[in-house]
């Protein structure tokens, strides 16, 4: 019997169709040095449906990019479920004008072994260039045929706007906003942007969905995570601090046979119309984190879930 088709999303009002969950690749690869393991990790991604891939010029130091480059070649067309790749340039302080974007675009299509990328984006709103210079500068890279859909990153609603607005008068829809979002930091929620996104039809998609691994439950007073992996975000206070949360995903998650922590902290955010993109550094991680697709938590199960966040938040 054949395999049903695996659920698609359309990324803001453009073409392109994507799983509601991608895969963050901000670990892959290492300074310039691609990892051929991460190969069965992305093969297996597409086994499972999940077409879509977050990468980033900066990410290693080019190596996520020249990781993808290594698969992307066989699996773009050939495969049916065909890989859909974003990266981002960064604006490094040096990139004075907007005219930057083209050289920095063509070295990250010739890392990714691509002729041109599904999304192109900017990924902080930092100065000295405006965020309209930037805009016009994607819809040239679109117009050229180098870029299928332009996104944001790290923009509020009012420098979305800005995006939005310079990208329609080149008669292009900024297609996405990706953002930090997860049950820890609800800010998209409370500021607006998600209410604003779903109404200009932009796809917000959300970035740290896993609070770096504090939602999958695996650390615990007990259990901490080794000394190399502490850091700000990860410390004894915020891993105490969450337990409460962690009971309530558990529990949530045993009434979907047996869903994880981290599947269901995935699923919520898909409830709240948001597209994750979990980093997956190996292929246990990814096959776990897949398990967040193909089913849905019930609304008053989110709402248990606000409230638990709420609660741990307010602590
Ligand atoms: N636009 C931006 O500014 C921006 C910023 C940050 C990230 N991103 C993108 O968003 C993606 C995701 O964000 P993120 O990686 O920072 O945060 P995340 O998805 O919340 O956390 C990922 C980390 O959690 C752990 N993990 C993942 N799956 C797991 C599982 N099933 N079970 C247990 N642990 C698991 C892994 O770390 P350990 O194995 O070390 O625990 C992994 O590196 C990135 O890869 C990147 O593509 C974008």
């Not at 690869?29 to 891939?53: H, R, V, Y």
């Not at 495969?79 to 859909?84: A, E, G, K, W, Y």
């Not at 981290?262 to 246990?284: D, E, H």
């Amino acid at each position: 019997m054949d395999q049903p088709a695996p659920e698609r999303i359309r990324l803001g009002s453009s073409e392109l169709m994507v799983s509601p969950l991608g895969v963050g690749t901000n670990t892959w690869g290492f300074i310039l040095k691609a990892n051929p393991a991460l190969k069965d990790t992305f093969e297996t991604a597409l086994s499972l449906g999940i077409n879509f891939f977050d990468t980033a010029e900066v990410y290693q130091f080019h190596g996520s990019e020249l990781t993808l480059g290594q698969f992307l070649p066989a699996a773009r067309g050939s495969h049916s479920n065909s890989p859909v790749v974003e990266t981002k340039i960064f604006p490094l302080p040096w990139r004075l004008s907007a005219k930057s974007l083209l050289p920095a675009l063509r070295a990250s299509l010739a890392r990714l072994k691509m002729d041109d990328v599904d999304i192109y984006m900017i990924h902080f709103p930092l100065p000295p260039v405006s965020i309209e210079a930037w805009m016009d500068a994607f819809a040239g890279a679109v117009e050229q045929g180098l870029v299928r859909a332009v996104g944001v990153s790290n923009y509020n609603a009012e420098q979305m706007k800005r995006a939005y607005s310079a990208l329609e008068k080149r008669g292009i829809r900024l297609a996405v906003n990706q953002v930090e979002y997860n049950l820890l930091k609800r800010e998209p929620e409370q500021n607006g942007l998600l209410a604003l996104c779903q109404s200009l039809g932009v796809t917000l998609i959300a970035y740290h969905p896993l609070a770096s691994g504090l939602l999958t439950g695996k650390y615990t007073r007990e259990s901490p995570p080794p000394s190399g992996r502490r850091s700000l975000e990860i410390n004894r206070a915020a891993i105490v601090r969450v337990q409460p949360l962690v009971a309530t995903l558990k529990q949530i998650g045993e009434a979907h046979a047996g869903k994880t922590p981290g599947q269901v902290a995935i699923n919520w955010l898909m409830c709240k119309g948001a597209l994750p993109i979990p980093g997956a550094k190996n292929l246990k991680q990814l096959q776990s984190n897949a398990g967040a697709l193909g089913w849905r938590l019930a609304p008053s199960e989110v709402t248990s879930l606000d409230a638990a966040a709420d609660a741990v938040c307010k602590r």
